[in-house]
């Protein structure tokens, strides 16, 4: 019963990866949307920045860009206290 079940999740998992394959685009061709179009003609009116991307990344999505940022320094934070070497009192 268990191996039958393993044979089954194990071809779902493959069909599931080749259907996924198959509905690719070709490599290099993105879809388009109309948030591009928006981004491409108000980025230097709204942000005040020529570059569309520095103004996606610090004015549209700041706050997302400040939790990531936030997630970096907590992860390194609890790594560094993880691996600090405690004095041994003899």
């Known amino acids: 019963m268990r191996r ?11 069909l599931f ?10 490599f290099g061709e993105p879809v388009h949307t109309e948030m591009d179009s928006y ?10 920045s020529n570059n569309v991307v ?3 990344v610090f004015d ?17 934070a609890g790594v560094l206290m993880a691996l600090r070497r405690r004095e041994v009192k003899a």
């Open 4 to 14: 039958a079940l393993g044979l089954f999740a194990f071809i779902g998992f493959t």
């Open 17 to 26: 990866l080749l259907v996924a394959a198959a509905s690719l685009r070709p």
């Open 39 to 48: 981004f491409i003609e108000h980025a230097q009116g709204e942000a005040s």
């Open 54 to 56: 520095t103004s996606i």
């Open 60 to 76: 549209y999505r700041g706050f997302d860009t400040l939790g990531e940022a936030t997630v970096l320094f907590t992860a390194v």
